[in-house]
């Protein structure tokens, strides 16, 4: 089946925006090498495990299919955010109040985490802060507001504060919310950017890197061997941070995770006015829908507008139009806008939307199914990795213990499960 990847026509803003170069070239892997660790997957999972595991002294190798940054990490909105793609309701639910505030803060540490690898190694990839969660519906502002309460009652959490009317108006200039929550720990990033810049500190401190160089198959073992089309590498440990591009490379994965497509466009630059006259402030927004649309500011003033989901990888039929009626209808100042992008990526989606992290026997680790809310829990994830490879997996397994049930039915039967269980939620989202 293509995915959306594949069809990354015209090329993505980021791909055009590129300002960090590697430390070295990333040559296909040829030959035999032995390392400490092999990590699968150049995205912000791969490259944090791989930069974080070499800082502790291991000898590392990672492979990449593509190019670094070629997966979801180098195609997504950019919105660092703490707190996971599900309510933390679920993760109460699921291993009790104590253990789902460590997973809280753990989520905040993420963001931390984003913001001091970026300063530690001046990787320039224009990290702003400020993130509106905007109410469409009056169900939805009953919804934030509680939420809000619930952060700061029982999670001490005190960086939301809720707007509207005028106050709202002032970070966001449109008519189309009753509401929104501003969170201060949150912001946004040029995500691509950000990928090659940890690829080129994880290269500094000693990591080598193989564009083009897919793992075929991993004989499990110690050590375990991973297979590439023209070379191996046996490694102590495999790390896999493949996500939603994982295909069949590990069975015992099946059906943990669910790829869906989601799609960006970027519009020409608007110039500080017409910016000034959508996201004043510089924040990044996504609203409250299930199936939801999200938007920020470029460095150059483009406004970088996501939404929209497939799941057989084709492109929905209409999506620049429907594109531009939403972005018209937020700011009416932008009818007729150029779109000068259009591109999509894939997410991995877990039925309870949690993280999926874990280990297969005792050598292979892996990270997945962040479900659209990745780009600060996936470097956090590579660092509670090589801790756990380290010997110190308090905080690995903190997310190891979320349970995980498969999605149902095999690869045919689940994508149309995914599609009715959707078309539900774009329902409800109209209600
Ligand atoms: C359009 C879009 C918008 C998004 N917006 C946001 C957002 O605003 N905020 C947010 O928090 N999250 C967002 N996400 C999700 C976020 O981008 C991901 O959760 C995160 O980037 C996952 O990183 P990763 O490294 O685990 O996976 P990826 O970045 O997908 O990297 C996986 C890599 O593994 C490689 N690979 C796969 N198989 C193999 C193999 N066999 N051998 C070698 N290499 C292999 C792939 O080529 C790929 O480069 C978005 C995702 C998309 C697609």
Redesign the pocket.
Known sequence: MAT??QTDRPASYYRDSIAVRPEQACPPLEGDRRVDVCV????????SAALHLAERGYRVAL???????????????????PGL?TDIATVEQALGREHAREVWELSREAVRLTATLIERHAIPCDLAWGYLHAAVKPRHVRELRQFQERLARDYGYEALDWLEGEALRERVVTDAYPGALFEREGG?LH?LNY?LGLARAAQRAGVTIHEH????AIRRGQPADVT?PRGQVSADFVVV???????R?LPELEGRIMRA????VATEPLGEERAARVLPKND?L?DANFVLD?YRLSADKRLIY?GEVSYDGREPRGLQRRMDAKIARLFPALEGVRIDYR??????ITLNRAPDFGRLGHNVYY??G?????????GL?GQLVAEAIGGQSERFDAFAAMPHRRFPGGERLRTPLLVLATAFYKLRDRL
């Open positions: 959306a990847a699968i997957g150049g995205g912000i999972t791969g490259c492979l990449e299919a593509r190019e670094i940054g070629f997966g979801a990490s180098g195609r997504s909105g950019g919105q660092i955010l793609g946004h995500p990928t160089s897919p793992a075929l590439t941070g493949a996500n939603a591009y994982l295909g490379l497509a989601n799609y960006i990044a996504s999200y996501g591109w999509g990526g894939d997410v991995a990270a997945q962040y479900s659209g809310h990745g780009m600060a829990l996936a994830a």
